[in-house]
């Protein structure tokens, strides 16, 4: 349980001398879900694939992190996306947290690992 205290009636903070407040349960567990995802296609996360991915993952509530190497960008970003350089062959790992995280992960590890991004398409729907 986490506790607040109020102060004292005379609003100077006695320290240790408060009433313990309820503030509600822990947050939940914020550990993100993970995925290890290769690029396949054959030209790499060029610009559509990662425009096809960026508006896949706005489609979450979640938050998406890509990371390729020492890199970590937002996932619902083209422009970050674009700034790893994701060749072919290249590992990814797909990082999603938030409260759609176990909907969001297999189909945004589907749309990384797509030959192309016209196969991301029925992904958007």
């Not at 509600?24 to 096809?52: E, Y």
């Not at 979450?60 to 937002?74: E, H, I």
Request: hydrophobic share 45%.
């Amino acid at each position: 349980m986490m506790f607040a205290t109020e102060r004292t009636a005379s609003n100077t903070p006695n320290e240790g001398t408060g009433t313990p407040v309820e503030n509600g349960p822990p947050p939940a567990d914020k550990t993100p879900l993970r995925a290890t995802v290769v690029v396949r296609n054959p030209q790499g996360l060029h610009m559509r694939p990662a425009m096809m991915f960026a508006r896949i993952a706005t489609k979450f509530r979640s938050n998406v992190t890509v990371r390729a190497q020492d890199r970590a960008v937002n996932g619902k970003s083209l422009i970050n996306l674009m700034t790893l350089a994701a060749l072919p062959g290249t590992e990814l790992v797909l990082e999603v947290s938030g409260e759609d995280a176990a909907a969001a992960l297999p189909v945004l590890t589907k749309a990384l690992a797509a030959p192309s991004a016209d196969d991301m398409g029925p992904l958007l729907k």
